[in-house]
């Protein structure tokens, strides 16, 4: 008897461990579609959902949170291999709320993005693409009190800009990276060194 609790507490630990390793999910995806669309559909949630990425860290868009689908961006949409949308939605959910909300670094968010793709079910290297994309067209912004807004945009409220990228530019770093499943870093290198305008200042690049 005392040896079956044993394995019945192991086979449990185990168990938590592997869903802390992969990440997951929590809630549902419950929207309402709103009014006033543009180029893409805004969604009001009206759950909770949330994410908790591979080291514990819970990632909650609220109930109330517009969601615009957006986290590919616009001009890279038509890049060949990129996975279906319904195949990463929840983690677009999760993204495009913290896109929006600009609480986190700009390159956590991004990396949260990939972990819950493939918490979702997507392969590694369709989830590498999908990143690849984020992090070549993407948000990215400057957090509250960094060096940025205390030299020359303490009064911005805000300050988010986009990467100047083109399909072109981008579409042969998919291609390898569908080929070569590189670790993430290698990606980041390949396409800050074919992006132009990766900020409005040079030192806020590392954010």
């Known amino acids: 008897m005392k040896r079956l609790l044993i394995c019945v507490a192991t086979a449990c630990f185990c168990s938590a461990v592997l869903c802390a390793d992969e990440g997951r999910f929590s809630g549902k995806v419950v929207v309402e579609l709103l009014d006033g669309m543009q180029f893409d559909h805004k969604l009001k949630l009206l759950q909770d959902f949330g994410f908790a990425d591979q080291n514990g860290k819970v990632w909650l868009a609220p109930s109330g949170a517009i969601i615009e ?22 983690a677009s959910v999760i993204h495009d709320y913290y896109c929006q909300a600009k609480t986190e670094r700009w390159r956590e968010v991004h990396r949260m993005f990939y972990d819950a793709a493939v918490a979702e ?10 990143y690849a994309a984020v992090y070549a067209g993407g948000w990215r912004w400057e957090p509250r009190g960094t060096s940025c807004y205390r030299s020359c945009h303490a009064a911005a409220e805000s300050l988010g800009w986009k990467p100047v990228v083109t399909e072109a530019m981008i579409q042969p770093i998919v291609e390898w990276t569908r080929q070569t499943n590189p670790p993430l870093d290698e990606i980041e290198r390949r396409i800050d060194a074919v992006t132009k305008k990766p900020g409005p200042h040079l030192f806020a690049q590392g954010y």
């Open 121 to 130: 079910g997507v392969s590694e290297p369709d989830a590498k693409v999908l």
């Open 69 to 90: 689908g957006t986290s590919i961006p616009r001009e890279l949409r038509d890049l060949t291999g990129l996975p279906y949308v319904a195949e990463y939605r929840k």
